[in-house]
């Protein structure tokens, strides 16, 4: 697997999409444009055998995380997340901290196995998290990426009012299960008086794209993480669902944030 290299594209006002055919499983990545230039600023692909270059991990309820070989046509060292369906357990991610705002490109490799259970049930699968409001409370992360039904979003919020959140919403087109899809994600946070732009490729090709404000403007830029997130397995929300089905099971490779 390797990093897609691109730059930042032109990004409209509201979510301009343009899905390409998706390519068959294994299939090389077509080139991205590539970075005028840039820095990379945090990088892992796992062949150390452990997430310790990550800042923290968390597991909430009794999933896992691991390294192990990538499977079905990943190269080396990946890392899976386990989260089983048991009515308890609801997150195993990892992060890095706030790499400072700016313009970056996140590049990533992940994979969802080919029995994956579609479900309306929205897992976050990466995302870009803030910090809570100015009256205590958390709230949804100012980006994220997620997979509900078979298809990918991506979901960008932000605030109209101190405690007030906005979202859009930008369709990336149908998952392919059993696939390692390279992403990347062209970021530039946007400031209280600047806006901000997004724009995402997903094996070579351009898939979406937003122009607008992107986070909720704090003392820091939001951090990344990648895992599995279901919120709503989350037993303090009280929403009953039926358990006892298999593990989700995801899988993340080729993690590389290069600021321009």
Avoid at 255 to 260: D, E, G, I, L, Q
């Amino acid at each position: 697997m390797t990093r897609l290299p691109g730059r930042l594209a032109g990004a409209v006002l509201t979510a301009a999409l343009a899905v390409a055919a998706a390519a068959p499983a294994h299939a090389a990545p077509a080139p991205a444009p590539a970075v005028v230039s840039g820095t990379d600023v945090f990088a892992d692909g796992f062949e150390s055998g452990t997430v310790s270059a990550w800042t923290r991990q968390r597991i909430d309820g009794n999933g896992s995380i691991t390294v192990a070989p990538a499977p079905d046509g990943g190269t080396g060292l990946a890392a899976r997340f386990g989260v089983p369906d048991d009515g308890a357990s609801y997150r195993s991610e990892i992060a890095v901290n706030s790499l400072g705002w700016g313009s970056y490109r996140f590049a990533l490799a992940d994979y969802l196995p080919a029995d994956w259970v579609r479900t309306s049930t929205e897992t976050i699968l990466a995302q870009w998290h803030g910090y809570p409001l100015a009256d205590g409370s958390d709230t949804k992360p100012p980006i994220a990426l997620t997979v509900k039904d078979g298809s990918w979003k991506l979901k960008v919020h932000w605030l109209t009012d101190p405690t007030t959140v906005q979202e859009a919403v930008i369709p990336l087109g149908d998952v392919q299960f059993g696939h390692w899809n390279q992403w990347a994600f062209d970021i530039t946070w946007s400031t209280a008086t600047t806006p901000g732009a997004i724009t995402v490729f997903r094996d070579g090709a351009q898939v979406g794209a937003y122009s607008g404000l992107n986070n909720y403007h704090q003392n820091q830029s939001p951090y990344f993480k990648t895992g599995i997130y279901r919120a709503n397995w989350n037993p303090a929300k009280n929403i009953p669902y039926p358990t006892g089905g298999p593990d989700v099971v995801a899988w993340s490779d080729s993690v590389v944030v290069t600021r321009y």
